[in-house]
C-alpha cells in the first residue's frame, strides 16, 4: 500500500487542521492506521492508531482530547482532526500503516509510511 499525507499547514495557537492520509491498493481496510510525528532535532513519536475496523483507537496522552483519528475504508483514507493546537504539536507528521491489526507505537514494526505533511503553529 502507498500512503499520501496531506492537509498540514501554518495555524496560529488553538485553531484546528485536519491531516488526510489517503492510501492506495484495495486492502487498505485490512492496515492497522497510525500517525506519528517529528519534530526538528527529536525523535519520531506516535500520535495516533486505529484499529482496521475503528473498534480501538489510542492515542499519545499528550494529544487526549484534541485530537481525533478517524478511517473511511470506502475512501481508503485515515484522518487526524487537531483542535487547541500547541506550539509544541509543530512537527512532520507522517502516517505508517502496518498489517498486524494489533496496536504497536514502535515505529519499525510499521511497514508503510507516507511522505510527511508539514504542521506549524505560532504562537
Known amino acids: 500500500v502507498q500512503l499520501q499525507a496531506s492537509g498540514g499547514g501554518l495555524v496560529q495557537a488553538g485553531g484546528s487542521l485536519r491531516l488526510s492520509c489517503a492510501a492506495s491498493?484495495?486492502?487498505?481496510?485490512?492496515?492497522?492506521m497510525s500517525w506519528f510525528r517529528q519534530a526538528p532535532g527529536k525523535e519520531r513519536e506516535f500520535v495516533a492508531s486505529i484499529r482496521w475496523n475503528g473498534n480501538g483507537i489510542w492515542y499519545v496522552d499528550s494529544v487526549k482530547g484534541r485530537f481525533t483519528v478517524s478511517r473511511d475504508n470506502a475512501k481508503n483514507t485515515v484522518y487526524l482532526t487537531m483542535n487547541s493546537l500547541k506550539p509544541e504539536d509543530t512537527a512532520v507528521y507522517y502516517c505508517?500503516?502496518?498489517?498486524?491489526?494489533?496496536?504497536?507505537?514502535?515505529?519499525?514494526?510499521?511497514?508503510?509510511w507516507g511522505q510527511g505533511t508539514q504542521v506549524t503553529v505560532s504562537s
Open positions: 505508517a500503516a502496518k498489517r498486524s491489526d494489533v496496536f504497536t507505537d514502535v515505529t519499525t514494526n510499521y511497514e508503510h
Open positions: 491498493g484495495r486492502t487498505f481496510s485490512r492496515y492497522h
